[in-house]
């Protein structure tokens, strides 16, 4: 176990490696001059030569990587051009309401897809099946944006059962930052009012967030459980006459989740670059909206250090997804 | 001929067959097919905002375009984008994966890392951080969502490459002398064809997506240019009371992103028949 965990770790170094590769590489082979681009259109000369330095522009290409990778060590990303605070603060700031949002969505797709996955498997080919495929491959066809917009124009511009946008109502004093996450924190502290708050504000970006996940997981979910169902020992637990109810649900299910677990990892590089919109629809303060804010107004520090951040954290979750799917399937790690 | 009995079987990719064969017609005919067809570049501002009715179905935007002419005007560029894409994206990503598939060694080692890099990272936020760094046009956009397409192939071709390359055919092509670039192009690319072909349909899809996204955000097409993703974006400001006008373009790119799924889902049970039962 502790060999497949480390095998697993030692394999995204490359990835990893690679990733600081590509960020690093972007902003200094696109534009014509990356001393002017990072600086911004009202800097000064005296400022562009300055970062012109900084970053080493003006030396050979390996030293300019070594002083990269120290920047990024240190998470040193320097400061924003346009609130002037520093981008590695911003970041740690903001990565809590990201995570919290697609953990958020993930858990909800998650928590729906894996029975409804189930549902429409042991209904094969009759009509909660037909409706459950329709609405599985809608999910995925559908615009994460526009979907965005649709759920407020009808939950909290007409019904106005929701907030609208923001992570906390106006004049709701937000708890003190342990975790970083508002709920986690107001919960820590007992304070169940702004908890609330926070929840409602989470709800709608969760469940758009959640549906192209969901239809994902609910299609894979149904595909293994059709396949486990085919299996020797269902038929022979059903001609025993064991509780289809629990064979089904507990023995059936544990067979047929590891499709949809690895799936799960890929959907999370999909939800991050769907927080980036629903995040910006929402104006959810986390890493995605700040990446587009960043982008439109052209800050390329920001940017640089955002789909770093994001790459990073992507990576780290497939490693967890490799290993929680090692422990559903022991398999994996013996052959490591 | 079987093969064809057994597409038509298919239902949901027959519906898919159909939803992309009348939104490639729309496209192609679409000036003649929308009711005004200027309007995708005049305005009418007395008539702006106008809820949907028997003159204008999907009522009107707020220079008091017709949207339904519009949503019809907005499937070329649509299409257009698409097919460059993927296009472009296919001509990198095949060649690169025929090529690290049947050499092996570093050069295989080199281009699947680097594969693997690009697929380590959302693709929309790799293209949104190209697309701004290239200056921020529509041309800008195809170019960085094809730069960020082609690992998808190179992955997809690597695999077909590696399987193929131990057929019996490929070995009876090297006894007799062919060059490696023959048995490359003119051997193993028209068997690894059909996976390819899938690909790119779904990729077709999957482009439409996030080039909207792009224009939603304001990275890809410009005012006044009729584009689906850029029409919801400045129809926000107009919300609650237009809700047809976000609401329509939404759906055209919804139907055409389905049709192109359904149908990509249709074509690769037929090319792999062991996923047939899985559906």
């Not at chain 1, 059709?226 to 059903?238: G, N, P, S, W």
């Not at chain 2, 693997?116 to 046009?137: G, K, R």
Request: aromatic residues 10%; without cysteine.
């Amino acid at each position: 176990m502790l060999r497949f965990i480390l095998h697993r770790v030692l394999t995204a170094i490359p990835s990893l490696l690679g990733l600081l590769i590509v960020t690093f590489m972007l902003i200094r082979v696109v534009p014509a001059d990356p001393a002017v681009a990072l600086a911004g259109d009202s800097a000064t000369p005296q400022q562009i030569e300055a970062i012109r330095h900084e970053y080493g522009f003006d030396r050979p290409i390996i030293v300019q990587l070594g002083l990269y990778l120290a920047q990024v060590a240190r998470f040193n990303f320097g400061e924003s051009q346009f609130s002037h605070r520093p981008v590695g603060l911003d970041l740690r700031q903001r990565l809590p309401a990201t995570l919290e949002l697609t953990f958020g969505a993930l858990i909800l797709a998650t928590a729906l897809g894996i029975p409804l996955g189930v549902v429409a498997a042991v209904y094969h080919n009759r009509w909660p099946d037909f409706i459950l495929r329709f609405l599985s491959i809608t999910g995925i066809a559908v615009a994460a944006f526009w979907f965005a917009i649709t759920m407020q124009l009808i939950f909290a511009m007409q019904l106005e059962w929701l907030p609208l946008r923001g992570e906390l109502s106006n004049g709701v004093i937000p708890p003190a930052a342990i975790t970083g996450s508002l709920i986690i924190d107001s919960l820590l502290q007992g304070q169940w009012g702004v908890a609330g708050d926070a929840l409602r504000h989470l709800v709608l970006p969760a469940i758009t967030l959640s549906v192209g996940a969901l239809a994902t997981i609910t299609r894979f979910t149904r595909a293994g459980v059709l396949e486990t169902l085919q299996k020797d020992f269902v038929a022979y637990e059903r001609a025993v006459g064991y509780p289809r109810r629990r064979l089904i649900w507990v023995y059936v299910l544990r067979n047929s989740v590891i499709a949809a677990v690895t799936q799960i990892g890929l959907l999370f590089g999909a939800l991050i670059g769907g927080a980036v919109v629903v995040e910006a629809v929402f104006d959810w303060p986390g890493i995605g909206s700040y990446l587009v804010r960043s982008i439109l107004t052209a800050d390329y520090k920001v940017m640089m250090a955002a789909t770093l951040l994001v790459g990073v954290v992507y990576t780290v979750v497939n490693i967890l997804i490799d290993l929680v799917h090692g422990w559903l399937d022991p398999r994996l790690w013996e052959q490591s | 001929m079987l093969i064809l009995r057994k597409f038509a079987r298919d239902i949901p990719a027959l519906i898919g067959l159909v939803i992309v064969v009348v939104v490639v017609i729309v496209a192609v005919v679409g000036p003649w097919l929308a009711p005004y067809p200027k309007d995708a570049y005049a305005s009418h501002l007395l008539q702006r905002l106008k809820p949907p009715s028997s003159a204008f179905p999907f009522g009107t935007d707020n220079l008091g375009r017709d949207m339904l002419s519009r949503v019809i005007l907005g499937a070329r560029g649509a299409l257009e984008v698409a097919l460059i894409v993927v296009g472009v994206a296919a001509a990198i990503g095949v060649p690169l994966g025929l090529v690290a598939g049947y050499r092996g060694g570093w050069v295989s080692e080199s281009i699947m890392r680097v594969t693997d890099v690009f697929l380590a990272l959302p693709q929309l936020i790799l293209a949104l951080a190209l697309a701004q760094l290239m200056t921020p046009s529509l041309e800008s956009a195809m170019i960085a969502l094809a730069l960020t397409y082609w690992p998808y192939f190179t992955r997809l071709v690597f695999a077909e490459t590696r399987r193929l390359q131990s057929a019996l055919f490929v070995d009876a092509l090297r006894g007799i002398g062919a060059g490696d670039a023959r048995i490359l192009f003119l051997h193993i690319l028209p068997n690894a064809m059909s996976p390819i072909i899938v690909r790119a349909t779904i990729g077709m899809g999957f482009t439409i997506l996030v080039a909207a996204v792009l224009g939603f955000l304001g990275m890809g097409a410009t005012p006044p240019q009729p584009d689906w993703g850029l029409t919801i974006s400045e129809s926000r400001s107009y919300l609650p009371g237009a809700w047809w006008y976000s609401i329509f373009p939404g759906l055209a790119i919804l139907v055409t992103v389905l049709g192109f799924n359904m149908l990509g889902d249709g074509l690769r049970d037929l090319v792999d028949p062991r996923l047939r039962r899985s559906r």
